[in-house]
C-alpha cells in the first residue's frame, strides 16, 4: 500500500455536451506510442483542436526513439495527431506551471512563476497558441500559487491558494477578462485552497474542489460550485470523508452532461460520480491511494494517481478505468506507472497523461504519456475529421431546400474543418458576426452498415441532417429554427474543440451517394468564435 502526503497537481478538463451513449467506448490501449518524454514532471496537459500544450516543471524534452534533446522551459506545444514537437513554439517559464486553460486563441497558465519569456508575469499569463508570444497588458498578479483556471465566454475564473489578484482582495477565487485581465467583480472566496475548477456543462456556473470547508460563506466540504454573479449555488454533494487527520480533498474534476466525476485524495483516496442535477453520489469507488486526476470521454471516465496494488478490488497501479453510468471498473485498462499521475486528457485520439513516474509498464518512460485510442475492428470511416465541406457564412437565411440531397450548392465556397474565426485552431477562418452558419458534404456507402456513429465538434449550437432529415438538435430550442435563432448556451473553455459522439441509425443510408447537411448557430451575433467539424464512421 503506498502512502503520500498530497503533492501539487493539474487540472485537466474534459468537457462534452450532450453526449448519446456511443457506439464503442472511448478505449485505450494500454501500450503508450513513441513521442517525447520531459525530464521534469507534467502537471498540466490541455487539448485543443490539432494541439497539445503540456506543462509543469522540466527543462527538457528527449524523444524515446531518437534520443534528440531538446531545451522547453515547463511549456511546450506538441502536434495531436503525430507527437512532434512545434519547434516554433518555446516561451520559457521561470517557475512550475500548475494548470492550463485555453479559450480565445489563446493559453492560459496558473503556478507559482514570475516571468514568462523573460516578461513579468506573476502566477497567472496568457499565450497566443499560434505563436507562443506573450499576451501584451495582460498582467492579473496574483500573490500565491494559482491551481485551478477555467474558462466561459469571454471570463476566465482562477482559483488556488492566493489571497490577492491585481492588488484587489480575492480570497482563493477570482475572476479576469480573457482579453484584458482586467479584474472581474466576481469575488465569492473561500476559507482554504481551490485545487481544480471545472465549467459547468451548461456555461452557468463553475464547479470547484479543493480543501475548502466554506464557500462564499455556505458550507460546502471540499467540492461545490459558483454561478457567474459569484453567487454559491445549491449544489451541495455530500463529502466522501470528513477525517480530522486524512481528508477527502478534491483534487481534479471533470463533468459530462449528467455528473461531475471528482479524484479524491484522503483515506486511501476515492473516484466519485456526483449528479449534476441534485448532486447526491451516483457512485463511488475507493483505491489505497490519492486519485489525483480523472478525464472522460463517451462512455468511460479515467482515474490516475497514486494508487497501487489495489482500485475497487482490482489491481491497479496508478491507471484505471470506469463505467460513467455504473462506476463498473474495465477488466481490460491496466498500464502501470511506478509514480503519481497529475493530468490525464481523453483526446478522440489518445488518453494522455502526466506526472512524475520514471517508469510506464515496467519500462522507462518519464513523465509524460499518450495512450493511442484503439480503433475497433471492421471500421468504416464514411467522412474523417478534417474534411472538405462546401459553406455558407453571408449571414443569409437558407429556409429548407439547402438540408435536400439534390441541393445545388457549386456556388458556395469550399474549405476543410475545422472552421472558425482565426483562433488558431481552425483550417478554414469564416466570417464573424453571423447567427447562423451552413455546411455541407457528400460521401460514398458502399454496402450496408450495421452501427453508424457520429461525432460532432460545434460551438454553439446545431442541427445535422441526413439525406434531408433531421437526425440531432444539440443546444437549441425546439420547434422551427431559422438563420435567426440562437443557440440556447454559449458554448466556452476545452468544450469548443471537445467530440460529442452520437450513435444514428445506419437505416438513415443508402448505398451510393448521401448528403450530411449541418447548420451552427451562435448565442449572440457577435459572438467571439464558432467551431465546427464532423466525422462519421460506420461498421
Not at 485551478?148 to 489578484?165: E, M
Not at 484587489?168 to 477578462?177: G, W
Not at 477525517?243 to 477527502?248: F, G, H, L, T
Not at 497529475?342 to 502526466?354: H, I, K, N, Q, T
Request: charged fraction near 15%; proline fraction near 4%; aromatic fraction near 8%.
Amino acid at each position: 500500500m503506498r502512502k503520500k502526503f498530497l503533492a501539487v497537481l493539474s487540472v485537466a478538463f474534459l468537457l462534452t455536451g450532450l453526449i448519446a451513449t456511443p457506439v464503442w467506448a472511448a478505449d485505450y490501449s494500454g501500450q503508450p506510442r513513441a513521442g517525447w518524454l520531459p525530464n521534469g514532471r507534467v502537471l498540466a496537459i490541455v487539448h485543443t483542436g490539432d494541439r497539445v500544450v503540456i506543462a509543469g516543471e522540466f527543462t527538457s524534452l528527449r524523444h524515446s526513439t531518437t534520443g534528440e534533446n531538446v531545451g522547453r522551459q515547463r511549456i511546450a506545444l506538441l502536434d495531436a495527431a503525430s507527437g512532434d514537437l512545434i519547434r516554433t513554439w518555446s516561451p520559457a517559464v521561470n517557475g512550475a506551471v500548475q494548470v492550463l486553460a485555453v479559450g480565445n486563441g489563446r493559453v492560459f497558465l496558473g503556478g507559482d512563476f514570475t516571468t514568462v519569456a523573460g516578461q513579468t508575469r506573476t502566477r497567472l499569463a496568457a499565450l497566443d497558441l499560434s505563436t507562443g508570444g506573450v499576451i501584451g497588458g495582460w498582467t492579473p498578479a496574483a500573490n500565491s500559487t494559482v491551481r485551478g483556471l477555467a474558462v466561459i465566454g469571454d471570463t476566465l475564473y482562477a482559483g488556488g491558494a492566493f489571497t490577492q489578484v491585481a492588488g484587489q482582495n480575492r480570497t482563493r477565487l477570482a475572476a479576469v477578462d480573457v482579453n484584458s485581465g482586467a479584474l472581474r467583480g466576481w469575488n465569492p472566496g473561500a476559507n482554504n485552497t481551490i485545487m481544480a475548477m471545472a465549467p459547468a456543462p451548461n456555461g452557468g456556473s463553475v464547479v470547484v474542489g479543493g480543501q475548502f470547508r466554506t464557500l462564499g460563506g455556505a458550507t460546502r466540504l471540499f467540492l461545490g460550485s459558483v454561478d457567474l454573479n459569484g453567487t454559491v449555488t445549491g449544489w451541495t454533494p455530500p463529502a466522501s470523508c470528513d477525517v480530522a487527520s486524512n481528508q477527502c480533498w478534491v483534487l481534479d474534476l471533470a463533468a459530462d452532461n449528467d455528473s461531475v466525476y471528482a479524484a479524491i485524495a484522503g483515506v486511501g483516496g476515492r473516484l466519485a460520480a456526483y449528479r449534476l442535477s441534485d448532486g447526491s453520489r451516483r457512485w463511488q469507488r475507493t483505491a489505497d491511494g490519492d486519485v489525483e486526476s480523472v478525464a472522460v470521454r463517451g462512455s468511460y471516465v479515467y482515474a490516475a494517481g497514486h494508487f497501487c496494488p489495489d482500485f475497487a478490488g482490482f489491481q491497479r497501479c496508478d491507471f484505471a478505468a470506469v463505467d460513467t453510468g455504473t462506476g463498473a471498473v474495465d477488466t481490460d485498462f491496466a498500464p502501470t506507472a511506478n509514480g503519481q499521475v497529475f493530468a490525464l486528457s481523453a483526446g478522440p485520439d489518445a488518453l494522455r497523461a502526466g506526472g512524475g513516474y520514471g517508469q510506464l509498464n515496467g519500462v522507462s518512460r518519464p513523465n509524460y504519456t499518450e495512450f493511442p485510442l484503439i480503433p475497433p475492428s471492421g471500421d468504416v470511416t464514411l467522412i474523417p475529421t478534417g474534411s472538405s465541406w462546401r459553406y455558407l457564412d453571408n449571414g443569409s437565411d437558407q429556409g429548407t431546400a439547402w438540408r435536400a440531397t439534390g441541393f445545388n450548392d457549386s456556388g458556395w465556397p469550399q474549405g476543410a474543418a475545422q472552421f472558425g474565426f482565426g483562433d488558431g485552431d481552425e483550417r478554414q477562418v469564416i466570417a464573424s458576426g453571423r447567427t447562423t452558419y451552413y455546411f455541407r458534404t457528400t460521401f460514398g456507402v458502399a454496402s450496408a452498415l450495421s452501427q453508424l456513429t457520429m461525432s460532432v465538434i460545434r460551438d454553439d449550437g446545431a442541427i445535422v441532417y441526413v439525406n434531408g432529415n433531421e437526425v440531432w438538435r444539440n443546444n437549441l430550442p425546439g420547434g422551427t429554427i431559422t438563420a435567426g435563432s440562437f443557440a440556447t448556451s454559449t458554448i466556452s473553455g476545452t468544450a469548443e474543440s471537445q467530440w460529442t459522439d452520437v450513435t444514428l441509425s445506419p437505416g438513415l443510408l443508402q448505398q451510393g451517394q448521401n448528403t450530411i447537411a449541418v447548420e451552427i448557430h451562435q448565442d449572440r451575433p457577435d459572438s467571439s468564435d464558432v467551431s465546427f467539424d464532423l466525422r462519421l464512421r460506420g461498421r
